[in-house]
C-alpha cells in the first residue's frame, strides 16, 4: 500500500489530537490511500470496543437464564472425587482377583488322573503290565509263571 | 482395600515357595491281603474303608489290611516300609507339579533266595500320582491270596505348598 505523507495526521485526526482538523478533513476526501487509512483505524476502534464489552443479559433473558441455573443446581454432578474412586476401588478388586488367582490357582488345567509312567520287575519268569480298573484305578499287574519264586 | 492390605498381598506372592523348602509329601499306604473264602457278599476290614472302591473290582471276596501307614516324606528322599514278613515297600518322590500331582518311584523287594544276594526288585515304578486318586499294584502272591499295595495322596495336603507362605505373611 502506498503512503500518504498525510498518513500521521490522519491518525492524530483520527484520535481527536490534531490542531488541523479542517486540513485533514479535507484530505481525506481528495486522497484514497488516507480515506483507506482512516477505514482501517476505525475497523480496529470497532473490534477493540466489541472485545471490552462485557455481555449483559437483558431482562427478556432472565428467565431462560435462571432456567439454566435451576437445571444445573438440580443435576447431581459427578465430582472427579468419585470417579477415582470407582476406578481405585476396580483396580483394588481386580488386582485381588488375580492375586487369588495365582495364589490357588494351579496355573495349568487340572488333570485329575494319576498316571503309571514306566514299570518292571527283576523276577525271573515274572511279567508285568499295567491297565486301569473299572473305576479307574491305575494298576500294575505282576503275572508269576513259576510258583516257586513266590 | 489400603495400601497396607495391596503390600501384603504381593509380598505373600513374592514369598513363594522357592524359598524354603518344599513340603513333604504324604502318602497313604495300604497293604492287603486279597483271599476267596467263598463268602456271599464281600468283606472289607473297616481301616480299608477309604480304599474300598479301589479293590471291589477285584475277583476276590475276602479284604484284610495287612499294613497301613501314612508316609511323610520329603522329595528326593526314600522312605522304607515294610508290609509283612516277605515284602518291603521303597517310596521316593521326585516331584510336585503345579497340578498338584507328585511323581514318585515305587518299589517292593523281597529277600534273596540265598544269603548274601541283593534283594529280589518285585516290581518297580514310576507313577504320577493326583491327590485322591489311588494307584494300585496287584498279583503278589501272599499265603493262600495275593497282596494288593494300594498308594494315595490324601487331596487336603495336595496344594499345600504355597500356603504355607501365604499364612506366614499374613500373621
Known amino acids: 500500500m502506498r503512503n500518504c505523507r498525510w498518513t500521521k495526521d490522519i491518525e492524530r485526526w483520527f484520535d481527536g489530537e490534531s490542531p488541523r482538523a479542517d486540513r485533514v478533513q479535507r484530505h481525506v476526501a481528495e486522497c484514497a490511500a488516507c480515506a483507506a487509512q482512516l477505514e482501517r483505524l476505525q475497523a480496529l476502534r470497532d473490534g477493540a470496543t466489541d472485545a471490552t464489552r462485557r455481555e449483559e443479559i437483558q431482562d427478556p433473558q432472565f428467565p431462560a437464564f435462571f432456567d439454566g441455573i435451576r437445571e444445573a443446581i438440580g443435576t447431581p454432578r459427578r465430582g472427579r472425587g468419585g470417579l477415582w474412586a470407582l476406578a481405585s476401588g476396580s483396580a483394588a478388586a481386580l488386582i485381588a482377583a488375580m492375586s487369588l488367582i495365582v495364589m490357588f490357582g494351579s496355573g495349568h488345567a487340572p488333570v485329575d488322573a494319576t498316571v503309571i509312567e514306566s514299570c518292571s520287575t527283576d523276577l525271573e519268569g515274572a511279567s508285568i503290565t499295567t491297565s486301569d480298573s473299572k473305576n479307574g484305578v491305575p494298576t500294575v499287574w505282576i503275572t508269576v509263571t513259576q510258583d516257586d519264586v513266590w | 482395600m489400603n495400601l497396607a492390605g495391596f503390600t501384603v498381598i504381593i509380598g505373600a506372592l513374592l514369598v513363594g515357595p522357592g524359598d524354603e523348602a518344599p513340603p513333604p509329601v504324604r502318602i497313604a499306604v495300604y497293604a492287603v491281603q486279597v483271599t476267596d473264602e467263598h463268602r456271599e457278599e464281600k468283606y472289607y476290614d473297616p481301616v480299608l474303608r477309604p480304599v474300598r472302591r479301589a479293590l471291589d473290582d477285584l ?23 515294610k508290609l509283612d514278613s516277605k515284602f518291603a515297600l521303597f517310596v521316593k518322590p521326585l516331584s ?15 529277600p534273596p533266595k540265598k ?10 515304578t514310576r507313577i504320577s500320582m493326583a491327590p485322591g486318586k489311588p494307584f494300585r499294584a496287584c498279583g503278589l502272591k501272599l499265603q493262600e491270596g495275593e497282596l494288593v499295595v494300594v498308594l494315595s495322596i490324601p487331596e487336603t495336603a495336595a496344594r499345600s505348598g504355597r500356603l504355607p507362605s501365604l499364612r506366614r505373611a499374613l500373621r
Open chain 2, 115 to 124: 544269603p548274601g544276594q541283593k534283594p529280589i526288585k518285585v516290581f518297580s
Open chain 2, 59 to 81: 475277583k476276590f471276596d475276602t479284604f484284610r489290611e495287612v499294613r497301613t501307614a501314612t508316609l511323610t516324606v520329603s522329595l528326593n528322599e526314600e522312605a522304607r516300609l
Open chain 2, 96 to 110: 510336585r507339579e503345579q497340578t498338584g500331582h507328585v511323581r514318585l518311584d515305587v518299589r517292593v523287594e523281597m
